[in-house]
Protein backbone atom coordinates (compact mmCIF):
# COMPACT_ATOMS: atom_id res chain seq x y z
CA UNK A 1 0.00 0.00 0.00
CA UNK A 2 1.42 3.20 -0.53
CA UNK A 3 3.22 5.12 2.25
CA UNK A 4 1.17 7.69 4.46
CA UNK A 5 -2.01 8.41 2.65
CA UNK A 6 -3.53 11.59 2.51
CA UNK A 7 -6.69 11.59 1.28
CA UNK A 8 -7.28 15.28 -0.19
CA UNK A 9 -8.97 15.29 -3.46
CA UNK A 10 -13.01 15.97 -5.40
CA UNK A 11 -12.66 12.30 -6.21
CA UNK A 12 -11.45 10.71 -3.32
CA UNK A 13 -13.92 9.70 -0.10
CA UNK A 14 -13.41 10.49 3.32
CA UNK A 15 -15.23 8.02 5.26
CA UNK A 16 -15.09 10.10 8.38
CA UNK A 17 -16.03 13.08 7.09
CA UNK A 18 -19.45 11.33 6.00
CA UNK A 19 -20.70 8.68 8.39
CA UNK A 20 -23.76 7.81 6.20
CA UNK A 21 -20.81 6.35 3.22
CA UNK A 22 -21.04 2.67 4.52
CA UNK A 23 -24.87 2.67 5.03
CA UNK A 24 -24.26 -0.70 3.23
CA UNK A 25 -21.94 -2.42 1.25
CA UNK A 26 -22.14 -1.83 -2.08
CA UNK A 27 -22.85 -6.13 -3.06
CA UNK A 28 -25.32 -6.37 0.02
CA UNK A 29 -27.08 -3.26 -2.22
CA UNK A 30 -27.05 -4.45 -5.44
CA UNK A 31 -27.82 -8.12 -4.46
CA UNK A 32 -30.91 -6.87 -2.40
CA UNK A 33 -32.36 -5.65 -5.60
CA UNK A 34 -31.37 -8.58 -7.47
CA UNK A 35 -33.42 -10.97 -4.91
CA UNK A 36 -36.71 -8.85 -5.66
CA UNK A 37 -36.09 -8.80 -9.46
CA UNK A 38 -34.71 -12.88 -8.92
CA UNK A 39 -38.27 -13.30 -6.98
CA UNK A 40 -40.85 -11.04 -9.43
CA UNK A 41 -39.38 -13.28 -12.12
CA UNK A 42 -39.58 -16.36 -10.33
CA UNK A 43 -35.89 -17.43 -11.62
CA UNK A 44 -35.68 -21.02 -11.15
CA UNK A 45 -32.92 -21.87 -8.40
CA UNK A 46 -30.30 -22.77 -10.52
CA UNK A 47 -30.11 -19.86 -12.83
CA UNK A 48 -30.68 -18.07 -9.25
CA UNK A 49 -27.39 -19.32 -8.03
CA UNK A 50 -25.03 -18.81 -11.10
CA UNK A 51 -26.41 -14.85 -11.48
CA UNK A 52 -25.56 -14.46 -7.72
CA UNK A 53 -22.10 -15.80 -8.11
CA UNK A 54 -19.08 -13.79 -9.85
CA UNK A 55 -17.69 -15.78 -11.99
CA UNK A 56 -14.18 -14.88 -11.64
CA UNK A 57 -12.10 -13.14 -8.73
CA UNK A 58 -8.40 -11.99 -9.20
CA UNK A 59 -6.31 -10.49 -6.58
CA UNK A 60 -3.10 -9.15 -7.30
CA UNK A 61 0.14 -8.27 -5.64
CA UNK A 62 1.99 -4.75 -7.45
CA UNK A 63 5.35 -4.32 -6.44
CA UNK A 64 6.19 -1.06 -7.51
CA UNK A 65 9.42 1.20 -7.41
CA UNK A 66 8.91 4.73 -6.28
CA UNK A 67 10.54 7.64 -7.42
CA UNK A 68 11.94 8.23 -3.49
CA UNK A 69 13.77 4.69 -4.33
CA UNK A 70 11.56 2.64 -1.86
CA UNK A 71 9.46 -0.04 -3.20
CA UNK A 72 5.56 0.17 -1.93
CA UNK A 73 3.50 -3.18 -2.81
CA UNK A 74 -0.42 -2.45 -4.33
CA UNK A 75 -3.81 -4.72 -4.31
CA UNK A 76 -5.28 -4.50 -7.20
CA UNK A 77 -8.34 -6.85 -8.60
CA UNK A 78 -10.04 -8.07 -11.37
CA UNK A 79 -13.86 -9.17 -11.45
CA UNK A 80 -15.56 -10.89 -13.84
CA UNK A 81 -19.03 -11.33 -12.83
CA UNK A 82 -21.04 -13.00 -15.67
CA UNK A 83 -19.49 -13.41 -19.40
CA UNK A 84 -22.52 -15.55 -20.65
CA UNK A 85 -23.60 -12.89 -23.25
CA UNK A 86 -20.49 -11.54 -23.97
CA UNK A 87 -16.75 -10.61 -23.04
CA UNK A 88 -16.62 -8.90 -19.22
CA UNK A 89 -16.72 -5.33 -19.95
CA UNK A 90 -16.34 -2.63 -16.90
CA UNK A 91 -13.55 0.37 -16.10
CA UNK A 92 -10.71 0.23 -13.69
CA UNK A 93 -10.77 2.50 -10.83
CA UNK A 94 -7.75 3.14 -8.67
CA UNK A 95 -8.95 4.69 -5.06
CA UNK A 96 -7.77 4.15 -1.75
CA UNK A 97 -11.16 2.28 -0.54
CA UNK A 98 -11.33 -0.27 -3.65
CA UNK A 99 -12.04 -3.40 -1.71
CA UNK A 100 -12.87 -7.13 -3.50
CA UNK A 101 -16.31 -6.59 -2.26
CA UNK A 102 -17.28 -3.15 -3.84
CA UNK A 103 -15.45 -4.64 -7.28
CA UNK A 104 -17.83 -7.77 -7.17
CA UNK A 105 -20.89 -5.20 -6.83
CA UNK A 106 -19.52 -3.30 -9.87
CA UNK A 107 -18.80 -5.95 -11.81
CA UNK A 108 -22.00 -7.26 -11.06
CA UNK A 109 -23.64 -3.74 -11.93
CA UNK A 110 -21.72 -3.87 -15.35
CA UNK A 111 -23.55 -7.11 -15.81
CA UNK A 112 -26.77 -5.64 -15.88
CA UNK A 113 -26.33 -2.17 -17.54
CA UNK A 114 -24.61 -4.20 -20.73
CA UNK A 115 -28.02 -6.42 -20.64
CA UNK A 116 -30.37 -3.39 -20.24
CA UNK A 117 -28.88 -1.57 -22.78
CA UNK A 118 -28.82 -4.85 -24.65
CA UNK A 119 -25.36 -4.89 -26.14
CA UNK A 120 -23.21 -8.03 -26.63
CA UNK A 121 -21.31 -7.78 -23.26
CA UNK A 122 -21.21 -9.40 -19.82
CA UNK A 123 -19.93 -7.56 -16.57
CA UNK A 124 -16.36 -7.03 -14.92
CA UNK A 125 -14.74 -4.67 -12.79
CA UNK A 126 -11.18 -3.36 -12.00
CA UNK A 127 -9.86 -1.81 -8.94
CA UNK A 128 -6.06 -1.06 -7.24
CA UNK A 129 -6.15 0.41 -4.01
CA UNK A 130 -3.98 3.58 -4.14
CA UNK A 131 -4.15 7.10 -4.12
CA UNK A 132 -3.44 8.12 -7.52
CA UNK A 133 -3.28 11.85 -6.61
CA UNK A 134 -0.65 11.10 -4.43
CA UNK A 135 1.46 9.45 -7.11
CA UNK A 136 3.72 10.98 -9.94
CA UNK A 137 3.05 10.21 -13.69
CA UNK A 138 6.12 7.41 -13.72
CA UNK A 139 4.45 5.84 -10.32
CA UNK A 140 0.95 5.60 -12.20
CA UNK A 141 2.32 4.11 -15.51
CA UNK A 142 4.37 1.90 -13.64
CA UNK A 143 1.52 0.32 -11.06
CA UNK A 144 -1.02 0.65 -14.05
CA UNK A 145 1.90 -1.74 -16.37
CA UNK A 146 1.99 -3.63 -13.60
CA UNK A 147 -1.43 -4.63 -12.61
CA UNK A 148 -2.49 -4.99 -16.32
CA UNK A 149 -0.15 -7.76 -16.76
CA UNK A 150 -1.25 -9.12 -12.88
CA UNK A 151 -4.55 -9.91 -15.20
CA UNK A 152 -3.40 -10.28 -18.34
CA UNK A 153 -4.69 -13.54 -18.55
CA UNK A 154 -7.75 -12.57 -18.30
CA UNK A 155 -7.79 -9.64 -20.79
CA UNK A 156 -8.50 -9.85 -24.63
CA UNK A 157 -10.67 -8.55 -27.00
CA UNK A 158 -12.70 -11.56 -26.74
CA UNK A 159 -12.91 -12.11 -23.03
CA UNK A 160 -12.08 -8.81 -20.69
CA UNK A 161 -12.18 -5.58 -21.87
CA UNK A 162 -11.70 -2.56 -19.42
CA UNK A 163 -12.32 1.17 -19.71
CA UNK A 164 -11.70 4.21 -17.25
CA UNK A 165 -13.60 4.59 -14.57
CA UNK A 166 -13.20 6.92 -10.80
CA UNK A 167 -9.53 8.23 -11.29
CA UNK A 168 -8.85 6.56 -14.43
CA UNK A 169 -8.69 8.38 -17.81
CA UNK A 170 -7.38 7.87 -21.32
CA UNK A 171 -3.97 8.03 -20.45
CA UNK A 172 -4.43 5.05 -17.97
CA UNK A 173 -6.35 3.01 -20.67
CA UNK A 174 -3.53 3.71 -23.19
CA UNK A 175 -0.58 2.03 -21.00
CA UNK A 176 -3.16 -1.08 -20.75
CA UNK A 177 -3.08 -1.41 -24.14
CA UNK A 178 0.45 -0.94 -24.59
CA UNK A 179 1.06 -3.37 -22.54
CA UNK A 180 -1.33 -5.71 -23.31
CA UNK A 181 0.26 -5.20 -26.63
CA UNK A 182 3.94 -5.82 -25.83
CA UNK A 183 2.96 -9.09 -24.67
CA UNK A 184 1.00 -10.52 -27.16
CA UNK A 185 3.37 -9.11 -29.69
CA UNK A 186 0.91 -7.16 -32.11
CA UNK A 187 -0.81 -4.46 -31.42
CA UNK A 188 -4.70 -4.61 -30.13
CA UNK A 189 -6.80 -1.33 -30.02
CA UNK A 190 -9.94 -3.31 -28.80
CA UNK A 191 -8.50 -4.81 -25.53
CA UNK A 192 -9.58 -1.62 -23.47
CA UNK A 193 -12.21 1.19 -24.68
CA UNK A 194 -12.00 5.22 -23.67
CA UNK A 195 -7.95 5.48 -25.49
CA UNK A 196 -7.21 8.46 -26.76
CA UNK A 197 -8.48 8.91 -30.25
CA UNK A 198 -5.52 9.03 -32.24
CA UNK A 199 -4.62 5.13 -30.88
CA UNK A 200 -8.56 3.78 -31.92
CA UNK A 201 -10.73 5.33 -29.20
CA UNK A 202 -13.98 6.53 -30.32
CA UNK A 203 -14.99 10.09 -30.85
CA UNK A 204 -17.81 10.69 -28.46
CA UNK A 205 -16.49 8.13 -25.83
CA UNK A 206 -15.32 10.91 -22.99
CA UNK A 207 -18.74 12.48 -23.28
CA UNK A 208 -21.09 9.62 -23.39
CA UNK A 209 -21.79 8.33 -19.81
CA UNK A 210 -22.58 12.36 -19.24
CA UNK A 211 -24.79 12.56 -22.53
CA UNK A 212 -26.64 9.31 -21.84
CA UNK A 213 -27.70 10.86 -18.25
CA UNK A 214 -29.10 13.96 -20.34
CA UNK A 215 -30.74 11.66 -22.63
CA UNK A 216 -32.52 9.58 -20.10
CA UNK A 217 -33.28 12.38 -18.17
CA UNK A 218 -35.04 14.14 -21.11
CA UNK A 219 -37.34 11.26 -21.90
CA UNK A 220 -38.13 11.24 -18.14
CA UNK A 221 -38.87 14.65 -17.93
CA UNK A 222 -41.26 14.00 -20.95
CA UNK A 223 -42.47 10.91 -18.88
CA UNK A 224 -43.92 13.42 -15.86
CA UNK A 225 -44.92 16.29 -18.69
CA UNK A 226 -42.59 18.28 -18.06
CA UNK A 227 -39.57 19.94 -19.92
CA UNK A 228 -35.51 19.70 -20.05
CA UNK A 229 -35.69 23.22 -20.67
CA UNK A 230 -37.66 24.32 -18.21
CA UNK A 231 -36.56 22.06 -15.64
CA UNK A 232 -33.77 23.05 -12.92
CA UNK A 233 -31.44 20.29 -11.85
CA UNK A 234 -28.64 20.02 -8.91
CA UNK A 235 -25.44 17.81 -9.64
CA UNK A 236 -23.58 15.90 -6.79
CA UNK A 237 -19.94 15.25 -8.36
CA UNK A 238 -18.28 17.50 -11.16
CA UNK A 239 -15.83 15.12 -12.30
CA UNK A 240 -16.26 13.66 -16.54
CA UNK A 241 -19.90 12.24 -15.40
CA UNK A 242 -21.28 15.56 -13.95
CA UNK A 243 -19.59 17.82 -15.58
CA UNK A 244 -20.32 16.85 -18.87
CA UNK A 245 -24.04 16.14 -17.45
CA UNK A 246 -24.71 19.88 -16.36
CA UNK A 247 -23.23 21.11 -19.72
CA UNK A 248 -25.34 19.19 -21.76
CA UNK A 249 -28.55 19.87 -19.90
CA UNK A 250 -27.50 23.59 -19.58
CA UNK A 251 -27.32 23.45 -23.35
CA UNK A 252 -30.34 21.97 -23.47
CA UNK A 253 -31.84 25.02 -21.50
CA UNK A 254 -31.99 23.67 -18.02
CA UNK A 255 -31.34 25.60 -15.12
CA UNK A 256 -28.57 23.95 -13.22
CA UNK A 257 -28.68 25.63 -9.84
CA UNK A 258 -26.61 23.35 -7.27
CA UNK A 259 -23.11 21.83 -8.17
CA UNK A 260 -20.42 20.20 -5.72
CA UNK A 261 -18.11 18.03 -5.13
CA UNK A 262 -15.78 16.55 -2.67
CA UNK A 263 -14.36 20.05 -1.60
CA UNK A 264 -17.35 22.27 -2.35
CA UNK A 265 -21.14 22.95 -3.48
CA UNK A 266 -22.52 25.71 -4.60
CA UNK A 267 -26.14 27.44 -5.08
CA UNK A 268 -27.16 29.90 -7.74
CA UNK A 269 -30.67 30.20 -8.09
CA UNK A 270 -30.54 32.49 -11.13
CA UNK A 271 -28.42 29.38 -12.85
CA UNK A 272 -24.36 28.39 -12.44
CA UNK A 273 -22.31 28.95 -15.50
CA UNK A 274 -21.05 25.47 -16.04
CA UNK A 275 -18.69 26.33 -18.38
CA UNK A 276 -17.04 28.71 -16.05
CA UNK A 277 -17.03 25.81 -13.32
CA UNK A 278 -15.74 23.42 -15.81
CA UNK A 279 -12.87 26.12 -16.52
CA UNK A 280 -12.26 26.21 -12.89
CA UNK A 281 -12.47 22.96 -12.30
CA UNK A 282 -9.46 22.36 -15.27
CA UNK A 283 -7.72 25.15 -13.26
CA UNK A 284 -7.72 24.40 -9.75
CA UNK A 285 -8.53 20.43 -9.65
CA UNK A 286 -11.81 21.29 -7.63
CA UNK A 287 -14.57 23.39 -7.12
CA UNK A 288 -13.16 24.51 -3.62
CA UNK A 289 -12.88 28.93 -3.65
CA UNK A 290 -15.31 28.88 -7.20
CA UNK A 291 -16.99 31.93 -6.83
CA UNK A 292 -20.28 31.44 -9.43
CA UNK A 293 -22.36 30.81 -6.41
CA UNK A 294 -23.26 30.27 -2.63
CA UNK A 295 -21.62 27.28 -1.19
CA UNK A 296 -23.62 25.24 0.65
CA UNK A 297 -22.86 21.79 2.30
CA UNK A 298 -22.58 18.40 0.32
CA UNK A 299 -25.43 17.98 2.06
CA UNK A 300 -27.74 20.54 1.45
CA UNK A 301 -26.94 20.52 -2.18
CA UNK A 302 -29.01 16.92 -2.12
CA UNK A 303 -31.66 18.42 -0.58
CA UNK A 304 -31.95 21.42 -2.82
CA UNK A 305 -36.05 22.33 -4.22
CA UNK A 306 -35.49 20.94 -7.92
CA UNK A 307 -36.49 19.44 -10.41
CA UNK A 308 -34.03 16.75 -11.19
CA UNK A 309 -31.20 15.79 -8.38
CA UNK A 310 -28.03 14.01 -10.80
CA UNK A 311 -25.68 12.38 -8.13
CA UNK A 312 -22.58 11.88 -10.39
CA UNK A 313 -19.72 10.93 -8.04
CA UNK A 314 -19.59 7.34 -5.74
CA UNK A 315 -21.97 4.83 -4.03
CA UNK A 316 -24.05 5.32 -1.23
CA UNK A 317 -24.77 8.96 -1.97
CA UNK A 318 -28.63 8.87 -0.73
CA UNK A 319 -29.22 6.66 2.36
CA UNK A 320 -31.63 6.65 5.00
CA UNK A 321 -29.86 9.24 6.62
CA UNK A 322 -31.15 12.13 4.12
CA UNK A 323 -33.70 10.44 1.57
CA UNK A 324 -36.66 11.72 3.19
CA UNK A 325 -35.28 15.23 2.70
CA UNK A 326 -34.61 14.65 -0.96
CA UNK A 327 -37.10 17.32 -2.53
CA UNK A 328 -35.82 16.20 -6.64
CA UNK A 329 -39.16 15.10 -8.93
CA UNK A 330 -36.53 13.21 -10.82
CA UNK A 331 -33.42 11.42 -9.25
CA UNK A 332 -31.05 10.21 -12.54
CA UNK A 333 -28.29 8.14 -10.81
CA UNK A 334 -24.99 8.88 -13.28
CA UNK A 335 -23.27 7.37 -10.35
CA UNK A 336 -22.99 3.23 -9.84
CA UNK A 337 -24.88 3.05 -6.40
CA UNK A 338 -25.67 6.69 -5.25
CA UNK A 339 -29.06 4.84 -3.64
CA UNK A 340 -28.55 2.94 -1.05
CA UNK A 341 -31.30 -0.18 -1.47
CA UNK A 342 -32.64 0.80 2.35
CA UNK A 343 -33.16 4.18 0.65
CA UNK A 344 -35.40 2.89 -2.68
CA UNK A 345 -38.70 2.81 -0.13
CA UNK A 346 -38.11 6.19 1.24
CA UNK A 347 -37.67 7.54 -2.49
CA UNK A 348 -40.55 5.48 -3.90
CA UNK A 349 -43.01 6.49 -0.86
CA UNK A 350 -42.10 10.24 -2.04
CA UNK A 351 -42.93 9.70 -5.76
CA UNK A 352 -40.05 10.17 -6.69
CA UNK A 353 -39.04 9.20 -9.99
CA UNK A 354 -35.36 7.08 -9.55
CA UNK A 355 -33.38 6.57 -13.14
CA UNK A 356 -31.47 4.06 -11.83
CA UNK A 357 -27.61 3.56 -12.20
CA UNK A 358 -27.45 0.45 -14.61
CA UNK A 359 -29.59 2.60 -16.69
CA UNK A 360 -28.91 6.13 -16.15
CA UNK A 361 -25.10 5.85 -16.87
CA UNK A 362 -25.13 3.15 -19.33
CA UNK A 363 -24.44 5.99 -22.09
CA UNK A 364 -20.63 5.10 -21.17
CA UNK A 365 -20.69 1.46 -21.94
CA UNK A 366 -22.59 1.87 -24.75
CA UNK A 367 -20.09 4.30 -26.55
CA UNK A 368 -17.29 1.24 -25.36
CA UNK A 369 -19.44 -0.94 -27.45
CA UNK A 370 -19.08 1.20 -30.16
CA UNK A 371 -15.51 1.73 -29.78
CA UNK A 372 -15.01 -1.85 -29.74
CA UNK A 373 -16.98 -2.85 -32.66
CA UNK A 374 -14.60 0.35 -34.34
CA UNK A 375 -11.83 -1.03 -33.03
CA UNK A 376 -12.32 -4.55 -34.58
CA UNK A 377 -13.69 -3.52 -37.92
CA UNK A 378 -11.18 -1.09 -37.79
CA UNK A 379 -13.45 1.22 -39.54
CA UNK A 380 -14.16 4.40 -37.88
CA UNK A 381 -17.28 6.78 -37.50
CA UNK A 382 -17.87 10.57 -37.26
CA UNK A 383 -19.27 11.97 -33.71
CA UNK A 384 -22.52 12.37 -35.17
CA UNK A 385 -22.96 8.78 -36.06
CA UNK A 386 -21.73 7.91 -32.41
CA UNK A 387 -24.21 10.04 -31.02
CA UNK A 388 -26.83 8.96 -33.00
CA UNK A 389 -26.73 5.60 -31.96
CA UNK A 390 -26.09 6.32 -28.43
CA UNK A 391 -29.37 8.57 -28.68
CA UNK A 392 -31.27 5.42 -30.43
CA UNK A 393 -30.18 2.93 -28.06
CA UNK A 394 -30.55 5.17 -24.83
CA UNK A 395 -34.11 6.61 -25.54
CA UNK A 396 -35.12 2.38 -26.70
CA UNK A 397 -33.65 1.05 -23.47
CA UNK A 398 -35.47 3.88 -21.26
CA UNK A 399 -38.66 3.18 -22.88
CA UNK A 400 -38.37 -0.50 -22.48
CA UNK A 401 -37.78 -0.10 -18.73
CA UNK A 402 -40.78 1.97 -18.03
CA UNK A 403 -42.69 0.12 -20.49
CA UNK A 404 -41.73 -3.22 -18.08
CA UNK A 405 -42.10 -0.72 -15.01
CA UNK A 406 -45.98 0.00 -16.02
CA UNK A 407 -47.27 -3.76 -16.56
CA UNK A 408 -45.54 -4.77 -13.47
CA UNK A 409 -46.52 -2.23 -11.60
CA UNK A 410 -43.25 -1.67 -9.93
CA UNK A 411 -40.57 1.10 -10.30
CA UNK A 412 -37.87 2.02 -12.27
CA UNK A 413 -35.33 -0.22 -10.72
CA UNK A 414 -36.96 -3.19 -10.35
CA UNK A 415 -37.84 -2.64 -14.25
CA UNK A 416 -34.68 -2.51 -14.92
CA UNK A 417 -33.07 -5.35 -12.72
CA UNK A 418 -35.65 -7.87 -14.28
CA UNK A 419 -35.17 -6.71 -17.93
CA UNK A 420 -31.43 -7.67 -17.49
CA UNK A 421 -31.63 -10.44 -15.71
CA UNK A 422 -34.17 -12.20 -17.43
CA UNK A 423 -31.73 -11.30 -20.64
CA UNK A 424 -28.90 -13.08 -19.01
CA UNK A 425 -31.01 -15.98 -17.30
CA UNK A 426 -32.59 -16.44 -20.96
CA UNK A 427 -29.02 -16.64 -22.56
CA UNK A 428 -28.25 -19.03 -19.66
CA UNK A 429 -30.75 -21.45 -20.22
CA UNK A 430 -30.34 -21.48 -24.22
CA UNK A 431 -26.23 -22.33 -23.39
CA UNK A 432 -27.43 -25.04 -20.94
CA UNK A 433 -25.20 -25.86 -18.17
CA UNK A 434 -21.54 -27.19 -19.03
CA UNK A 435 -20.43 -29.60 -16.35
N1 LIG B 1 -16.72 2.73 -15.91
C1 LIG B 1 -17.89 2.95 -16.71
C2 LIG B 1 -19.11 2.38 -16.04
O1 LIG B 1 -19.14 2.16 -14.85
C3 LIG B 1 -17.71 2.49 -18.14
C4 LIG B 1 -17.44 1.04 -18.31
C5 LIG B 1 -17.09 0.65 -19.75
O2 LIG B 1 -17.21 1.46 -20.64
O3 LIG B 1 -16.68 -0.49 -19.92
O4 LIG B 1 -20.11 2.19 -16.67
Same mark, same amino acid.
Given at each position: ???? =?????????????????????? !?????????? +? *???????????????? =? /???????????????????????????? &?????????? #? !?????????????????????????????? *??????????????? /?? /? #????????????????????????????? #????????????????????????????????????? +? &??????? @???? *??????????????????????????????? /?????????????????? *????????????????????????????????????????????????????????????????????? =??????????????????????????????????? @???????????? &???? #?????????????????????????????????????? @?????????
Amino acid at each position: MASK =PKLSTSQIVHPDKDPVLNEENP !FDSMMSRFDR +A *AELLNLEPGIYKILRN =P /EKQITVSCPILMDNGEVEVFTGHRVLYN &TSRGPGKGGI #R !FDIHVTLEEVTALAAWMTWKSAVVNIPFGG *AKGGVVCDPLKMSMG /EL /E #RLTRRYTVGIIQTLGPDSDVPAPDVNTNE #RVMAWVMDTYSMHVGHTVTAVVTGKPVEMGGSLGRRE +A &TGRGCTI @VTTD *ALEHLGMHVSKSTIAVQGFGNVGSTAAKLLD /EAGAKIVGIGDRDAAFHN *AKGINVKQAIEYVKQHKSLKGFKGGDEISGADLLTLDVDVLLPAALENVITTKNAHGIRAKVVCEGANG =PTSAAADSILDEKGIFVIPDILANAGGVTVSYFEW @VQDRGGYFWDEK &TVNE #RLIEIMRRSFADVLALSKSHKVNMRTAAYMLSMSRVAS @VHRLRGIYS
